[in-house]
T-cell receptor, first 114, second 111 residues
């Protein structure tokens, strides 16, 4: 069964450092998303991406965050200067289309900022 | 701004009995609702969904009920099995495709 894969599974970084979280969505999917879950809290939307551009972003997704799809298969989330409060599980998700089908989620990257 | 609420953080049910997980929402623009199941250290896994034009959707042991007037949906699992033990998230979407999640309910099914 096709799946969304994320690397790394766990990333530890020092505050102020840049991190790049990587995702390989399902191959025929067209809509891509990043969500995050701070420990003990709900899963929160960060950003959606379609046709090589951001289609929507939340207030969490400030100038420190960026996304790109550099090579047609990978979908990356970059945090330029990490803060302690960026520590969370980050989930990549993808849809084939917007006809209200379910989003497929990756297994997540646990980011720990120290 | 909790647009999707799951007021029960946990639920414990005996194997073979029915599990009922509840979810309330406030945004009347939501028109599609989903339930996801999540194990520790894994991503959410889609379980079942329902469009606002329906009031019930069934898939095997899982049934989702939607009461639009009450802005309430529920997930019924029957019979419950130990492998159903996980955190269950209710999610909703409306005029955009982003999902708004509830805080989750931890279901434990004991023998």
């Amino acid at each position: 069964e096709p799946e969304v894969t994320q690397t790394p599974s766990h990333q530890v970084t020092q505050m102020g450092q840049e991190v790049i979280l990587r995702c390989v969505p399902i191959s025929n999917h067209l809509y891509f998303y990043w969500y995050r879950q701070i420990l003990g809290q709900k899963v929160e939307f960060l950003v959606s991406f379609y046709n090589n551009e951001i289609s929507e972003k939340s207030e969490i997704f400030d100038d420190q965050f960026s996304v790109e799809r550099p090579d047609g298969s990978n979908f990356t989330l970059k945090i330029r200067s990490t803060k302690l409060e960026d520590s969370a599980m980050y989930f990549c998700a993808s849809y084939h289309d917007r006809s209200n089908t379910e989003a497929f989620f990756g297994q997540g990257t646990r980011l720990t900022v120290v | 701004d909790q647009q999707v609420k799951q007021n029960s953080p946990s639920l414990s049910v005996q194997e073979g009995r029915i599990s009922i997980l509840n979810c309330d929402y406030t945004n009347s623009m939501f028109d599609y609702f989903l339930w996801y199941k999540k194990y520790p250290a894994e991503g959410p896994t889609f379980l079942i969904s329902i469009s606002s034009i329906k009031d019930k959707n069934e898939d095997g042991r899982f049934t989702v009920f939607l009461n639009k007037s009450a802005k309430h949906l529920s997930l019924h699992i029957v019979p419950s099995q130990p492998g159903d033990s996980a955190v269950y998230f209710c999610a909703a979407s409306g005029d955009t495709d982003k999902l708004i999640f509830g805080t989750g309910t931890r279901l434990q099914v004991f023998p």
